[in-house]
Each structure stands twice: as C-alpha cells, then as structure tokens.
C-alpha cells in the first residue's frame, strides 16, 4: 500500500533534518519514514532532484543548510557531513577515522 504524505509533513520533516547535528537516521525513524524517502524529501525541496510542480510552488526551503551543497555518508550511527568545498584527500581521511572508532 502506497502512502501519501502532505507537503507540510515532508517540509517539517525536511526541517528537522536539517537542524544542525541532526541524525537524518534517527529522524526518520522517529518520525516513521525510511532515511532513503527523507534524502529524497531533502533533494526535492532544494532543488536538486524532480519536484512536483505543487511542492515546487508553495514549499520553499527553510534553511540554509538545505540550499548548500552537502555530502552526508553514514556510517553505522554516525553520520559525516562536509560541504562542497571540502578536499576528496580530507573526506577519506575523516571517514578512514570515523570507520576505525
């Protein structure tokens, strides 16, 4: 059965994630979605992915840290976040230490 969630819902969900340190793991879960369908929430309502025209129209992001550029790689219970400015040698180093933990 397929569920359908109203664009209030996926911009508060959308919001939470956002916050700074904010597990977008552990939101979804809370909230009771997969991680997978919130990134896919976060790419649409920044503009990064295909958006309905409805959602494009009255949804606008709330935050900054929607509209810039983030690479989040989970691994486990952590989840590393670096911006698009971030050097590849230094994104390896840090997921290098976050896996060896």
Known sequence: MRRFWSDEFKAFAVEEASRPGANISAVARRIGILPSQLF?????????????????????????????????????DAVVRAGADVEEAHLQRVIRAVRSA
Do not use: H, N, Y
């Open 40 to 76: 896919r929430w976060r790419r649409e309502l920044s503009g990064d992915g295909e958006q309905s025209s409805a959602l494009a129209k009255e949804q606008q992001p709330r935050s900054a840290a929607i509209r810039e550029r983030v690479v989040e790689v989970v691994i486990g």
